[in-house]
Every structure is written in structure tokens, then in C-alpha cells.
């Protein structure tokens, strides 16, 4: 047994213990270069390097100046309507409201209820739409963010101010976009690489 444990300790025996130990290490790192080389290889889809390279996937809309309604809701009871004074400035009268339309919209705050009251005629009782109909570019009320619409200029997103003159719940009517403009409809950042989804 002594002989075993001498032969163990001897200088050969540790050189050769060292060898095979730096043979395997160089061998895993070897294999393991070589499957990453083929793992690239494979047509595997890696989206942050297709963002990069060709563009990030995103849906999106051509603008031109159209002819558009934006709706905003209204109860009736007894041609008779109470709205706040955050809406009060979308209604006027004269709009439609189904067969009916509004007759008048009182710039004063009812002091018993602490609304405005909107008359209308022809409407019968319960929620309605006041349609507000217009020439302009529409555009849906979520691709704007604070006052910004992302556009498609030459496969990249660019930021482009815009003011929101008047929405609905879906639908915003806008200034500040030209005839051809592409707004971005996907969540994406200023200088982003983009391709239109068609």
C-alpha cells in the first residue's frame, strides 16, 4: 500500500494527473466553441438580430386628408342631456344625434346639478351618439403619445409633434401630418429600425 501511495505522490504521476486535466479543458472549450459556431449557423429566428438587421416588425397606417365622424356619447332623458365641463366643448348645436339634433348647449354651469345642460330634438330617452363630422387626418387615439406620432421615414422611426384638435374614445382628429405620412400603429422608439407589416 505504501508503494501505491508513493508511486501517487511521485512527479510522473502528478504531470500526467495535470495533462489529462488541461487535454479535457481544452477539449471542452473546443466543443463548446463549435456548438455555438453551429447553433448560429442554424436558421434559428433570434428577433433582436432580425430587429437590428432588417427591422422590427410593426403595423401601420398611410394618412391622407379624409372626410370623418368622431362620436361622443350622450344621455338623453326628455331631449335633455347633463354633461360635464371637460365634453361640454365637444357638443354644438346643430349635430346629429341618431334622427335627432342637438338645439342648444348651455355655456353655464346648472347650479342645482353642476352640468351643463344640453337640449336636443327628435332624440329619444337613453345613450346616444353626437356626431361630429369633419375633413382632416384620423388617425386611432392610441398611436399618439404625449402630443407624438411615430412615422415611418425610410424604414426608420421618427418622431413627429402633432395636435390632437379633437377624439372620440378610438379616434383622433389631427394637425401636424402631410398627405403619404406613415404613422407607426406599434409600440417602437425614435430611431428604431422598422418594416411595415402588410
Not at 411615430?150 to 372620440?168: E, F, H, Q
Amino acid at each position: 500500500m505504501e508503494q501505491v501511495l508513493i508511486k501517487l505522490k511521485s512527479e510522473k504521476v502528478k504531470r500526467t494527473l495535470y495533462g489529462a486535466c488541461l487535454v479535457a479543458l481544452i477539449g471542452w472549450c473546443i466543443f463548446r466553441f463549435a456548438a455555438i459556431g453551429v447553433e448560429n449557423a442554424r436558421a434559428v429566428f433570434n428577433p433582436a438580430r432580425y430587429a437590428t438587421d432588417v427591422g422590427a416588425p410593426v403595423y401601420a397606417m398611410d394618412v391622407s386628408r379624409e372626410s370623418g365622424v368622431l362620436r361622443e356619447p350622450i344621455e338623453i332623458k326628455n331631449n335633455r342631456a347633463l354633461v360635464s365641463s371637460v365634453r361640454v366643448d365637444k357638443l354644438q348645436p346643430g349635430q346629429r344625434v341618431d334622427d335627432g339634433e342637438i338645439v342648444s348647449v348651455s355655456r353655464d354651469i346648472d347650479l342645482n346639478t353642476g352640468m351643463h345642460i344640453v337640449r336636443t330634438r327628435g332624440v329619444s330617452d337613453g345613450l346616444h351618439y353626437a356626431e361630429y363630422q369633419t375633413d382632416g387626418y384620423f388617425i386611432p387615439l392610441y398611436a399618439v403619445n404625449n402630443g407624438v406620432v411615430m412615422l415611418d421615414v425610410d424604414g426608420i422611426a421618427t418622431p413627429r409633434d402633432v395636435d390632437v384638435l379633437r377624439s372620440d374614445a378610438q379616434t383622433a382628429l389631427v394637425s401636424g401630418l402631410a398627405d403619404g405620412d406613415i404613422v407607426i400603429l406599434s409600440q417602437i422608439d425614435a430611431g428604431d429600425r422598422v418594416q411595415i407589416i402588410k
